[in-house]
């Protein structure tokens, strides 16, 4: 009977809810899974009970830790064992509603496996309360703050892994670019990567421009089409980066017809693409000993936390409210997040670092609040200097790098 069930539970899938070939599979594995616990145990599967239920969970939980696939991160595994547990509600809420189960075997009120949605429901609502066995899991805003969060040592260290490679000059310029794109901008990997040579000339900069200037991505997530600030040295960099390395790569590889995409795979000129872009940061987190799984996303979580900071240092200096939402909702525009609530974790977590809780009415925490900040702020005034330093210097090393470069590159009068 069970097989009958479920391949007609899989067809239900394929031919009423639309789900790809591939979702379905999936679904019937973790009804499977579901079944083999049942049968480890000795009951029944429609005769399950939330105890079952919470049971399988805990087992899941175990097996998705242990495999080699997993990033050790019990949240996200908590995560993945909520998806498999979904399935196997959505299984059992389609065996009441083919009457396949009596009435009182799922759903609200007392029954057999409690489930707060009604049969006819879509069961959309992936909430504890909706689904009582489910892991209560933290948000993805949550989930990112404990992300490798890089400190000014780890930026230090990723330069140095760069310019350092035995790779050729293009290849280190181009990831020291996007390193520093990705740390002054807080771009998203996909929107940095989207940036054309035609959108970068030096006329941009005149006598009135101040320390940024305006860029907008092309690809944009939710399309949403957001002019960004670009810092001016940065927009400069860029240029020396297409005039010097990117045009000598070309005349290398004798390109003819160059694409117009800002990044190019050394290898044969083509537009370099996003997952190569994850893949060289990756191994360079890697290298630095950063926790598995930090990417060029880390680049933007760093921005992200450095804007906040400043964000309430400005509002505290001001008098102006601190509280979690206003300074996300703040943040979120200059980031260009969509949902200001998300930030709001990373918030909590600044106000932590600047040594209480900080609240527009508490006089007393904002005294000692303002104190702290004077400190900040004299710290950050030496960073500031002693990065303008490092940067300085960075800069007539990559010049003199380039020129050596195109010397060697130019035929003997």
């Given at each position: 009977m069970l097989v009958d069930d479920v391949t007609d539970f899989a067809f239900h899938q394929l031919d009423y809810c639309q789900l790809a070939l591939s979702t379905v599979h999936g679904q019937v594995l973790n009804v499977v899974s579901f079944w083999a616990h049942c049968a480890s145990v000795g009951i029944d599967p429609v005769s399950a009970s939330d105890t079952t239920l919470k049971q399988f969970r805990d087992a899941e939980l175990k097996l998705v830790l242990a495999n080699p696939a997993s990033k050790g991160d019990e949240r996200i595994a908590r995560g993945t064992v909520n998806q498999k547990l979904l399935c196997v509600y959505g299984w059992f809420l389609w065996l009441r509603k083919t009457k396949r189960i009596a009435d009182h075997a799922v759903g609200p009120n007392g029954t057999q496996i409690d489930c707060g949605i009604g049969v006819g429901s879509s069961g959309n609502r992936r909430s504890t309360r909706t689904y009582p066995a489910l892991f209560r899991?933290?948000?993805?805003?949550?989930?990112?703050?404990?992300?490798?969060?890089?400190?000014?040592?780890?930026?230090?260290?990723?330069?140095?892994?760069?310019?350092?490679?035995?790779?050729?000059?293009?290849?280190?310029?181009?990831?020291?670019?996007?390193?520093?794109?990705?740390?002054?901008?807080?771009?998203?990997?996909?929107?940095?990567?989207?940036?054309?040579?035609?959108?970068?000339?030096?006329?941009?900069?005149?006598?009135?421009?101040?320390?940024?200037?305006?860029?907008?991505?092309?690809?944009?997530?939710?399309?949403?089409?957001?002019?960004?600030?670009?810092?001016?040295?940065?927009?400069?960099?860029?240029?020396?980066?297409?005039?010097?390395?990117?045009?000598?790569?070309?005349?290398?590889?004798q390109v003819t017809r160059p694409p117009q995409g800002l990044f190019l795979s050394a290898r044969d000129c083509t537009p370099l693409e996003d997952r190569s872009i994850t893949t060289i940061f990756s191994k360079l987190m890697r290298s630095i000993g950063a926790q598995k799984g930090t990417s060029f996303h880390a680049l933007r979580i760093r921005f992200v936390n450095v804007q906040i900071l400043l964000e309430l240092m400005e509002r505290l200096a001001l008098g102006l409210d601190t509280s979690a939402a206003s300074v996300a909702a703040a943040v979120a525009i200059k980031v260009g997040h969509r949902n200001p609530r998300s930030l709001e974790p990373y918030v909590l977590v600044a106000q932590d670092r600047l040594g209480c809780q900080i609240s527009s009415r508490d006089e007393a925490r904002l005294r000692k609040a303002e104190a702290q900040l004077a400190e900040q702020a004299r710290a950050i005034a030496d960073l500031r200097a002693e990065n303008e330093r490092l940067r300085t210097a960075y800069e007539a090393k990559s010049r003199s790098e380039a020129e050596e470069q195109s010397r060697q590159a130019s035929p003997a009068l």
């Open positions: 899991v933290t948000t993805a805003g949550d989930r990112g703050l404990r992300k490798h969060l890089l400190s000014d040592q780890d930026r230090d260290d990723v330069l140095d892994a760069i310019m350092t490679s035995e790779q050729s000059v293009y290849v280190r310029q181009r990831n020291a670019l996007l390193l520093d794109i990705g740390l002054e901008t807080g771009l998203r990997r996909g929107s940095i990567n989207s940036f054309q040579v035609d959108q970068f000339k030096r006329s941009l900069i005149g006598p009135n421009t101040g320390a940024t200037v305006l860029i907008r991505p092309i690809r944009q997530k939710f399309n949403r089409g957001i002019t960004y600030e670009l810092p001016t040295s940065i927009l400069l960099r860029i240029c020396d980066f297409i005039d010097g390395p990117r045009s000598q790569l070309l005349v290398g590889k």
